[in-house]
Nanobody, 118 residues
Framework: VELVETGGGLVQPGGSLRLSCAPAGFASSINAMGWYRQAPNKQRELVAININGGTTNYADSMKGRCTISRDNAKNTVYLQMNSLKPEDTAVYYC?????????????WGQGTQVTVSS
């Protein structure tokens, strides 16, 4: 069971990047998928989340600059980021949540580096 992330890299300020996260080996439906990020010496924070392929939520710092979408057939989640700023530089992690009773499960990808710099 793993989350395979692609799409990170170096981009100039004002540029765009699209991150992808594809689950592999999941036997159950994933209830929520999202993206978090962690900059050096900072806590991991939510960037965007997609719940059950419908409801979305964004960090205030990313509203208007990114869009999270999900291909339900593939369970793949995408994060389109525009107007990137140097402060967006971080390792971005994909997250998947499977709700269950009595136990829910949470999975993390290995992280992909996004660097915004001229």
């Amino acid at each position: 069971v793993e989350l395979v992330e692609t799409g990170g890299g170096l981009v100039q300020p004002g540029g765009s990047l699209r991150l992808s996260c594809a689950p592999a080996g999941f036997a159950s439906s994933i209830n929520a998928m999202g993206w978090y990020r962690q900059a050096p010496n900072k806590q991991r924070e939510l960037v965007a989340i997609n719940i059950n392929g419908g409801t979305t939520n964004y960090a205030d710092s990313m509203k208007g600059r990114c869009t999270i979408s999900r291909d339900n057939a593939k369970n793949t989640v995408y994060l389109q980021m525009n107007s990137l700023k140097p402060e967006d530089t971080a390792v971005y992690y994909c997250n998947a949540l499977i709700l269950g009773y009595p136990t829910s499960y949470e999975y993390w990808g290995q992280g992909t580096q996004v660097t915004v710099s001229s």
